[in-house]
């Protein structure tokens, strides 16, 4: 799952010990010898960069594991090496089983993939946008659906939540879609929540245990699993923040992100889809379905700059992956990303038969394992394979380091590019100088410069002297202005291009009735729907921003505008068309409840602080209501509490930083300036008993 929720994971070993690894295994007589030394070259090197407490990496081709082995310590605090079981979050590796369990349906005729998914799960419903009934079991699979995008709400939490699919389907009814389905692509971890759903609503079967049967069992991925119980004690590979171990939280996202596994398991499924569905002598999927899978799925949507890192498959991250591209040989590739966690890549080159997969867990905040450095090592792996081979000549050289000449910029370029440009994670602000070279500016409650003295080049493409790879261009497609994004890849011997963000065009003033609540702020209700939720936010609060000389729009989540001059009850965020840019999107909407307008972005729901009634002194009740919305307290500047009764309590001071927070009972003291803030979690009907004293 690509969701960054997280932050980062590090660890240093000898070079002899690295070399060395842990748990190796590769058949004697093996030709890949150069390969080994490559892989371990490049496993060295990235732990190094990264301080990666652990690393696995796999080497197969259709038929068995040519070479697999383990770098690192799975847990520093005892002392535990990371071997070829240990086992590691993959993260979006996920969605390629959710992909294969779609397909094994297909080839079953019980589901097809250009059927509305209306018809196979009856209870689907968004009232707020008929377009839904639009979206295709294909679109869930490509990235195309529309759907909001990344819908954390219940994923991560403390103990096992089996109903998260089900209830981010029941979030939709809050929500529109980003465009009309099918017309462009970009990264969607709800539409594979939803095939959890299609999967339950066809088989009957819980999603986990249809994986299980259907593919584990035949491919003998004994050591994979969902988290809906405990992973066995020392299982897993521990991620760190130098040396704390960062606790393992549920991944309840089964569909996107949710599985744990090894490199020599997902081996498995990369040999069935090596041998076009055949495992053993066991059939999986058809060879028509493998196919399918491999397809460009962007071919004819809206892509003005195609990524290569996305030219999506049916669950494919690529078809054409880039790095192999560049050596003319054809790679299939999925990532997956949690950040401060784990990175993780598979890279399926069928033509060839082989297959690399590459696993890793963070030992930093700071310099977090990521799937691109997965990336870096596959890419290394398959590279000098086909170089032993003779199927390439040499591994790739790095791209030129010589800038390219500069040109003048037109009077009309000028005039047309410099204004405020968004995407779903940023607003930016783009300028020329004096001297032609392009200024970039991103948002983040002040300015701040992202991209400086990028001159235009002979290729169209703005560039700094000492980098002429990492580029921007800015382009018209479609009645839309964009700025594109070139970067270097693998090591260094290719670059792929991105579209960064859209130009945002003047609008009307947002209403009145808007501009009164962008001086709110905002309490959530039900972050914590199941009340496990692990991670402590700085500030829950939320808060609009307006952006100063932008007119019509604020900043929240992500670019929000007046939906029509009329309307009053929501704000519009889902009036981009930017392939790749637009993966998570939410709109700003009012209910009113208890009297009060309360806000809601996507399936969050907040409540006005300025509504938030006084706890009064003595003693009290607060009871949980039969929603089960977290309740909010305002507080003296001092004094002290005793409470008892709670699933979990917080103590925020004036700016919402935390004081003090606990379970069940708990006797805070507070005092300073400014009132304090008290939220309370519960079971539906729980009463909460408090005692509030005066200093």
């Known amino acids: 799952m690509r969701a960054h929720l997280f932050p980062k994971v590090c660890c240093l070993l000898l070079a002899g010990a690295f070399l060395a690894g842990c748990g190796s295994s590769s058949p004697s007589g093996n030709p890949y010898s150069a390969v080994i030394a490559e892989g371990r070259a490049a496993a060295q090197e990235i732990m190094a960069e990264t301080g990666a407490a652990a690393l696995s990496v796999a080497l197969v081709d259709g038929e068995r594991v040519l070479w697999s082995e383990a770098f690192g310590d799975a847990d520093r605090g005892s002392g535990r090496r990371a071997t070829t079981d240990t086992l590691y979050g993959i993260c979006s590796l996920s969605k390629m089983l959710a992909t294969v369990a779609v397909m094994i349906l297909v080839d079953q005729e019980r589901v097809s993939l250009d059927e509305p998914i209306t018809t196979y799960i009856s209870d689907f419903r968004m009232p707020l946008d008929p377009r839904h009934r639009d979206i295709t079991v294909r679109m869930l699979l490509n990235h195309s659906s529309g759907l909001p995008g990344n819908d954390v709400r219940g994923g991560i939490t403390l103990a096992p939540f089996p109903g998260y699919a089900a209830q981010m389907m029941d979030s939709l009814k809050y929500q529109r879609l980003k465009h009309d389905p099918g017309t462009l692509s970009s990264y969607n971890n709800d539409g594979f929540t939803m095939v959890e759903n299609l999967i339950t609503a066809v088989t009957g079967q819980e999603y986990p245990a249809f994986v299980r049967d259907n593919i584990f069992v035949p491919l003998g991925m004994n050591a994979s699993r969902y988290q809906t119980e405990p992973l066995p004690g020392n299982s897993y590979a521990v991620p760190y923040d130098g040396t704390t171990g960062l606790p393992m939280y549920f991944f309840n996202v089964y569909g996107s992100g949710g599985l744990f596994s090894t490199p020599e398991d997902l081996g498995r499924l990369a040999m069935m889809l090596i041998n076009k569905g055949v495992y053993g002598s066991r059939r999986i999927l058809s060879a028509r379905s493998v196919a399918a899978m491999a397809q460009d799925q962007r071919l004819g949507s809206f892509n003005p700059v195609p990524y290569e890192e996305n030219r999506f498959g049916l669950g494919w991250d690529t078809v054409v992956q880039p790095g192999l591209a560049a050596a003319g040989v054809t790679a299939w590739d999925k990532t997956g990303d949690m950040s401060g966690y784990y990175g993780a890549n598979i890279a399926v080159a069928p033509e060839e038969g082989l297959a690399v997969v590459v696993f890793g867990a963070s030992g930093s ?76 500016e991103a948002f983040g409650g002040d300015w701040t410069p992202e991209y400086s003295q990028f001159k235009l080049r002979s290729d169209g493409w703005y560039a700094a002297d000492n980098d002429p790879v990492k580029a921007l261009r800015l382009l018209s497609r479609a009645g839309h202005t964009y700025i594109a994004k070139r970067l270097k890849r693998g090591f260094g011997h290719y670059s792929v291009t991105i579209m960064l963000a859209q130009r945002l065009g003047d609008r009307p003033a947002v209403s009145a009735a808007w501009q009164a609540r962008l001086d709110e702020r905002w309490l959530p209700v039900n972050k914590e729907t199941y009340v496990n939720f692990p991670v402590k936010v700085a500030d829950p609060s939320f808060r609009f921003q307006r952006i100063a000389g932008l007119t019509g729009y604020v900043w929240g989540n992500n670019p929000l505008r007046d939906r029509t001059p009329a309307s009053d009850d929501r704000l ?37 602080l300025s509504g938030v009634p006084p706890l009064p002194s003595g003693s009290s009740t607060v009871a949980i209501g039969s929603d089960g919305f977290a309740q909010w307290r305002r507080l003296p500047a001092a004094g002290a509490l005793t409470l008892s009764g709670a699933a979990r309590w917080f103590l925020y001071d004036a700016e919402f930083r935390e004081l003090a927070s606990g379970t069940g009972s708990g006797a805070p003291s507070f005092s300073g300036s400014g009132a304090k803030y008290l939220l309370l979690y519960g079971a539906q009907g729980t009463a909460i008993a408090l005692n509030l004293m005066a200093p």
């Open 572 to 608: 519009d965020g889902m009036f981009l068309t930017l392939p790749d840019g637009v993966s998570n999107l939410t709109e700003a909407g009012i209910e009113p409840r208890d009297g009060q307008q309360w806000l809601r972005l996507g399936s969050y729901l907040y409540r006005p």
């Open 365 to 440: 905040f700071a310099t977090s394992f990521t799937s691109g450095h997965a990336v870096t090592i596959s890419e290394r792996i398959l590279l000098r394979a086909l170089v032993e081979r003779g199927r390439i000549a040499a591994m790739p050289g790095p791209l030129p380091k010589t800038p390219l000449p500069t040109k003048a910029v037109t009077a009309e370029e000028r005039s047309a590019y410099p204004g405020f440009y968004a995407s779903a994670s940023g607003v930016y602000r783009l300028s020329y100088g004096a001297d032609d070279s392009l200024f970039v």
